[in-house]
């Protein structure tokens, strides 16, 4: 698939997309804390998206070689799990748990994607730290996304900043051109070479999303076809945002 550049009206509702996006995901944060389901945290998500007249992206979404529909509207990934943890009403959420939401939203026609995580009451020092580390490395690869750079330069900056934690960055999964779908071009690694890979330009949108282990990191892939853990049990943290590439500083389209 070739890289989609967007128009400025499709750029002006990939704005709006966001900060819808944003919104909602934001308030389902307001709800997180011990003693409530991940189950209950999706149905706040769907119900709030679909109240605002717009579509949960992920819902029944069928990525190319999964095998089963993903059959929730928000990724809940606890603890060791890394990112697409499959929302349960038996899954409750307790004190000193990190809990990753990762949501992606259809409006008028048009996809964002995000993802925060946030601690459940609270939480350790070490389980903070690698929250706040994996989204300054977010921060870090946004500031490296600017029109005539390269893809390389993004997962370079990650990479490089990380370095200095004793972090796992998660290898098997990336960030990704998105908008017209859920996953376009180009694939973006959250480690990587400067000045290689497809060139940035301004009007393309993509979701940037560093996944930070407490350890190795490699991660193993559930039963359930869809939810990665870490494959040494630790915790792990995961922050996203869908930006636009411009002349200058990216634009941060997932934002109120
Ligand atoms: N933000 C997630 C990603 O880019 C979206 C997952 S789609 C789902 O991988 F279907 F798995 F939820
Ligand atoms: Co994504």
């Keep these: 698939m070739a890289i989609i550049i967007k128009t400025p009206k499709e750029i002006e509702i990939l704005r709006e997309g966001g900060k819808r996006l944003a919104t909602v995901l934001y308030k389902v944060r307001g709800i ?17 998206i679909k109240e605002m007249g717009d579509e949960p992206a992920f819902l029944n979404y069928l990525p190319e070689g999964a095998e089963t529909p993903y059959p929730a509207s928000l990724c809940v990934s606890v603890n060791n ?9 038996k899954k409750i959420l307790k004190e000193g748990d990190i809990v990753s939401l990762d949501l992606g939203l259809k409006h008028n026609g ?5 993802a925060i995580t946030v601690p459940v009451g609270e939480v350790s020092s070490g389980s903070q730290k690698l929250i706040n580390t994996t989204e300054k490395a977010l921060e870090v ?13 993004i997962g370079a900056a990650i990479e490089g900043f990380v370095q200095r934690h004793k972090y796992g960055i998660v290898e098997v999964l990336a960030g990704h051109g998105v908008g017209k779908y859920i996953h376009e071009d180009p694939y973006i690694p ?43 049990a630790k915790k ?16 941060i389209l997932t934002k109120v």
């Excluded at 000045?195 to 940035?200: D, Q």
Aim: aromatic share 8%.
């Design 32 to 48: 997180v804390k011990p003693g409530i389901s991940t189950k209950d945290l999706d149905a706040y998500a769907y119900k709030l």
């Design 110 to 114: 048009l996809f964002t994607d995000m």
């Design 141 to 153: 690869g946004i500031d490296a996304a600017r029109g005539g750079y390269r893809v390389g330069d």
């Design 190 to 232: 959250n480690f990587g070479k400067a000045n290689t890979g497809a060139k940035l330009v301004p009007g393309m949108v993509i979701a940037i999303e560093p996944m930070l282990n407490n350890g190795t990191k490699h991660v193993d892939l559930d039963r359930d076809g869809w939810t990665f853990r870490t494959a040494d």
């Design 236 to 251: 792990s943290a995961h922050f996203e945002h869908t930006i636009l590439i411009t002349d200058g500083e990216p634009e």
């Design 81 to 89: 799990e890394v990112v697409h943890g499959i929302p349960s009403e």
